[in-house]
């Protein structure tokens, strides 16, 4: 029987995760440490092809238990058996095969982590794909292509922060991004702008969207985060 493989993308964001934003007068920190540029051109990289380590015994799934339900009961089985209250987690799901997509509490602002520098780097990487910066162009000190490595790679907040308040106020930040999540900066929710690092999983499955298909533009990150996360 031929095999076909699909790619999902999912979002899984628990509210029990902290506040991750720390900032700090960037005249008093001293300058970060970032980790060495990897020996690839920066721009533009072809796809890398992932090594996939062949699956354990016990991390073969049993499929057939899902035969017959619908993504709804799967997911209330998942809660059920282990404890978990629906209402602390938001998740998203599509399918870039078959277009396939499904959300819990999709519109429900939660704390993201680290997901922020998703369209964070995506911003950046289109301002030189547009001409209005380059690589070279300084972040606290650094060239940008080497702060989108430890940014990436290394999940560097430091670097990352210092990105976010260079574009501008909290407001005027989630202003320039929120193409980013197909959402209008004018009529979207006030929640929106939070300042807590919020964002919901309908409006982070859209940026994964644009990052896989416009990856001519995001070849560099899309690189960065394979090497972040080979399997």
Request: proline share 6%.
């Amino acid at each position: 029987m031929k095999k076909i493989f699909t790619v999902i993308l999912a979002v899984l964001i628990l509210l029990s995760m902290g506040n991750i934003f720390a900032f700090a007068a960037a005249d008093e920190s001293p300058e970060p440490t970032i980790v060495p540029v990897p020996t690839i051109n920066p721009v533009y990289l072809p796809r890398p092809t992932p090594i996939l380590n062949p699956p354990d015994e016990d991390d073969v799934i049993d499929f057939s238990r899902f035969e017959g339900k619908t993504f709804e009961e799967i997911t209330n089985d998942f809660f059920e058996e282990w404890g978990i209250d629906p209402e602390d987690v938001t998740f998203g799901y599509y399918n870039i095969v078959t277009g396939d997509e499904y959300y819990h509490e999709g519109d429900k602002y939660m704390v993201a982590a680290s997901v922020y520098k998703l369209p964070l780097n995506m911003y950046y990487t289109e301002q030189i794909y547009k001409g209005e910066m380059t690589w070279d162009d300084k972040i606290k000190g650094n060239p940008y292509h080497a702060v989108q490595v430890s940014s990436i790679i290394s999940s560097n907040n430091e670097l990352s922060e210092a990105m976010q308040m260079a574009v501008g106020t909290n407001d005027e930040y989630r202003a320039a991004i929120a193409y980013l999540f197909d959402v209008d900066p004018e009529t979207v929710e006030e929640e929106y702008y939070n300042e807590d690092n919020k964002y919901t999983a309908r409006q982070l499955i859209a940026c994964l969207k644009k990052l896989y298909g416009n990856r001519e533009i995001y070849a560099n990150m899309e690189e960065y985060m394979l090497m972040a996360a080979p399997n």
